[in-house]
């Protein structure tokens, strides 16, 4: 049997529960996990924000997480670049993909390098866009009590 090393890609940004869930599944599905954690610079390209936590310390994170092998800093946008300098064979994402057009182009680039993808469940009722937009939430309550009126 040949070893079953596995890459779970996130931004991690404002780690939460959801994200440990996607380590934890990942690690019963392989011998080694690599944890890809998206550059700041990767992140303002890909999703048009920045993140709230600078890479350095979102690698720190990852990297102490217990079921993460090795935090992997990603630096480019094609998953396939990834995989040419670490040759996973098991690629890891949330189930919010599944069935999506980026989801389909990833299980075809893969598939044609040998590489299965693997979907485990989105955790709803936690995500970092749900914890950055109670922030701001938080942010704006703040400003109004100081000022006494909103932004």
Excluded at 43 to 71: C, Q, S, T
Excluded at 95 to 123: H, I, N, Q, S
Excluded at 129 to 136: D, H, N, P, Q, T
Aim: include cysteine; charge should be negative; proline fraction near 4%.
């Amino acid at each position: 049997m040949s070893l079953r090393i596995g890459y779970a890609p996130g931004a991690f940004d404002l780690f939460h529960v959801g994200h440990l869930n996607i380590l934890k599944h990942a690690k019963s599905r392989c011998d080694y996990l690599i944890a890809g954690v998206v550059s700041d610079e990767m992140l303002e390209l890909v999703r048009g924000r920045a993140a709230v936590v600078p890479l350095a310390e979102r690698i720190e994170i990852v990297r102490n997480i217990g079921y993460v092998d090795m935090a992997y800093a990603e630096t480019v946008p094609d998953k396939l670049q990834v995989w040419e300098q670490l040759h996973f064979n098991l690629f890891f994402k949330g189930d919010d993909w599944k069935g999506t057009p980026e989801g389909m182009r990833l299980e075809e680039a893969f598939g044609k390098v040998g590489v299965e993808v693997v979907y485990f469940p989105y955790t709803v009722h936690t995500s970092s866009s749900a914890l950055r937009a109670a922030l701001e939430l938080i942010g704006d309550q703040q400003d109004f009590r100081h000022t006494g009126s909103r932004p």
